[in-house]
């Protein structure tokens, strides 16, 4: 038996290629509107204009952001080889921006009062990392 295998037989869990230009602007103080620009397919971008929109009370803007993001994310998985389910560990760096889109995605859709679309949101993000529900809140 392999150290690595996976006793309780659910698929692996899903590291996204990291991709350090997005993050390296975004901590150097360039803002989310133009590293999403410059990298529309950056869940970091994209879940950081839906903070920034959250925060100033523009919850439809910040679904809409959370949205984007989160489906850049699930492109992203795909192409990584994820099949709908499975862990999407906080702890690989390039899966937080996913996360993070995923949880504004949740939280905006809170605010605007889609119960289910929260509920869902929330479950799919602690089934992919209980670390990144429990560090997003």
């Not at 037989?9 to 230009?21: R, V, W, Y």
């Not at 410059?38 to 839906?50: I, K, N, V």
């Not at 699930?74 to 994820?82: F, H, M, Y």
Request: charge should be negative; glycine fraction near 8%.
């Amino acid at each position: 038996m392999s150290i690595h295998e996976n006793l309780l037989g659910g698929p692996p869990p899903t590291h996204l290629p990291d991709d350090p230009e997005p993050r390296e602007l975004l901590a150097s103080g360039a803002t989310p509107a133009d590293v999403a620009g410059r990298y529309p397919t950056s869940s970091l971008a994209w879940a950081r204009l839906a903070d920034e929109a959250f925060e100033r009370d523009s919850v439809v803007e910040s679904y809409a952001y959370a949205r984007t993001g989160y489906h850049r994310g699930l492109d992203a998985l795909r192409r990584s080889g994820w099949k709908g389910h499975g862990p999407v560990p906080w702890e690989h760096e390039p899966n937080r921006g996913f996360l993070r889109a995923l949880h504004a995605l949740a939280r905006a859709a809170q605010a605007i009062g889609e119960q289910e679309e929260y509920e869902r949101c929330t479950q799919f993000l602690k089934d992919s990392s209980p670390t990144a529900a429990q560090v997003l809140g």
